[in-house]
Each structure stands twice: as C-alpha cells, then as structure tokens.
C-alpha cells in the first residue's frame, strides 16, 4: 500500500502529466494557494502525492500519484510561492472523497489512509501495526522524531537512547546499539538537510569515533563495532551520503524501517540475521 501525505490539485495547462515538455518537471504554488495544516517552513525532502487535474470548468478530469520533492521558497515576481518538482506519476483512479478539493496544495488528513495497492506489496497484517506508523507521514517534526524512536524499540532495539527534545538542539536525536553495529541517528523533515546539517553530521562522526560512549550510567565499548549515521526522513530509499573513517552515513526512510517490522512479524529472523538487515539497509 501507498501513504498519501499530500493532495495537489489544479486546473492548469500541462499539469501534471505534461510538465516535462516546458517546465521540466518544476511547477510551484502560491502562498494563499497552500491549505491549513501544512508547515510551510518545514516541509520534507519529498512527499508521496497523489495530483489531480480538473477541467477548465473545475470538474474532476484525471489523477496520478507520484512524488513531489526539492521544496524551496520561489519569489516569483513579488507573489512569494513555494517551488517543486514532481517524478514518478502513475496515474490512478482517484478516491471518491478527493474529487471535490479544491484547487491548490492540500494536506491528506483522512488519518493518513492507504489509498492504492502496490504490485509486489506483501501482506503486511496491518492489524498488527500501531496507528502510529500512519501519522509519521503527516506528522510535524517533533513528533516525527519521536515517534523514530518508538520504531526502533519496536524493531527490537532495546540499547537505545533518546536525547531528550528540550536538549537536542545541534546534537544527534538518539543513539543505538545492536549487537556490534553503533548507530547515532537523526530524524528530519528538512529538504535540502545535507547542507543544513553537514556540521552536526561531522559532529556524529566524530562522537562515533570514540572508543567508548556513555549515556547516563551506560557505557558502551564501541571500538571494533560497525558505526553508522542514520538521517531518519520520509524520503523513498535507502542512500549511502559519504563514507568517512569507515563511518557510513546513510539517509533511511522511515517507511524502510517500517518494511523491517513487517519482515520481523511474517518472518522468523534472530538477532544475527536482524543486524545483518540493519548493518546493510537497502
């Protein structure tokens, strides 16, 4: 199944399926034109969309679902605007309740429904997944990071500590380990977070390559382990960003983990096979 988190929607000639021909995939939409309940001043690297296209006489006329991703801030001549690009469309039949929007950039608040089945999806017994997997998608970036550490304990990560939020300003959200696999992480929803980022990801590294790290009154010998920097996002895959002192730091979609609670329910994995997934995320 596919989450959801936007709905853009929009009368205007080439969008969306033709926006490649003149625009190279890149449209934008105004301030007014972007609905309550998204933060326009931390949106994520990119989002799952499902876009709509309406006729001239603003009836339903086609929809896809894609991806809408590169957010930034757009000038466009004194009507500030924010600017994307979209990839990825597929086009679908669009549900029922969604054919009525409005035009313009809307949240998906329908509790973060999974609209459109995916070939290749294996059953994923979802009565058995917290409700909480849901909201991550749509969720502000206090809770999205909160709500990163509570998937990691639920993958069986029992070493694990959380920074406090109150505390964490310039330093990591939490650090792991399992079995010899060290991993300080970050979870965001800022685009463009290499940059913004690239100095408390130095920072990460350099915590990492102590011999030993303690948190209150646990201490953890981390000398011959595995060490990695996880930048938690929303993103789609897994993506190896440098590797420095045989440090990786990778960016890991919090759906990719999700993927790993279900292989860990439909599945008999021990700790060994666990830290082989984790290690080797793909």
């Known amino acids: 199944m596919l989450n959801i988190q936007y709905i853009m929607v929009t009368h205007w000639v080439r969008h969306w399926d033709n926006l490649q021909n003149r625009w190279g995939n890149s449209t934008l939409f105004t301030l007014p034109m972007i ?16 876009f709509i296209k309406l006729t001239v006489d603003k009836r339903f006329e086609k929809s896809w679902i894609g991806k809408s991703k590169h957010f ?12 994307f690009e979209i990839s990825d469309l597929e086009e679908v039949q669009c549900p029922d309740k969604f054919k009525k929007y409005s035009e313009g950039w809307h949240l998906n608040n329908q509790s973060a429904e999974l609209l459109f089945p995916i070939a290749n999806t294996p059953n994923k017994a979802s009565h058995l997944e917290p409700s909480f ?26 070493d694990i500590h959380k920074i406090p939020q109150d505390d964490n300003r310039g330093k990591a959200d939490g650090f792991f380990n399992f079995h010899s ?26 915590q990492l390559k102590k011999e030993e790290l303690t948190f209150g009154a646990i201490s953890y010998g981390i000398k011959e ?4 920097v996880w930048i938690i996002t929303r993103g789609s895959k897994v993506d190896l960003l440098k590797t420095k002192d045989s440090i990786k730091v990778k960016e890991i979609p919090f759906s990719k983990l999700i993927e790993v609670y279900h292989k860990r329910l439909n599945e008999e ?10 290690k080797d995320l793909t």
């Not at 979870?187 to 100095?199: D, I």
């Open 35 to 50: 609905k309550d309940g998204i933060n326009k001043t931390s949106l994520p690297s990119e989002a799952m969309t499902l």
């Open 133 to 158: 997997f849901k909201e991550m998608a749509i969720c502000d970036a206090f809770t999205f990071e909160l709500y990163c550490f509570h998937l990691l304990r639920l993958l069986g990560i029992h």
């Open 72 to 83: 930034r801030i757009d000038p466009n001549n004194g009507k500030e605007a924010i600017r």
């Open 269 to 278: 994995i021990n700790g060994d096979e666990l830290w082989n997934i984790l």
């Open 181 to 206: 696999l060290s991993v300080m992480y970050d979870a965001t929803l800022e685009t463009n977070y290499q940059k913004k980022k690239e100095t408390q990801i130095e920072n990460y590294i350099n």
């Open 225 to 228: 382990n595995q060490k990695q």
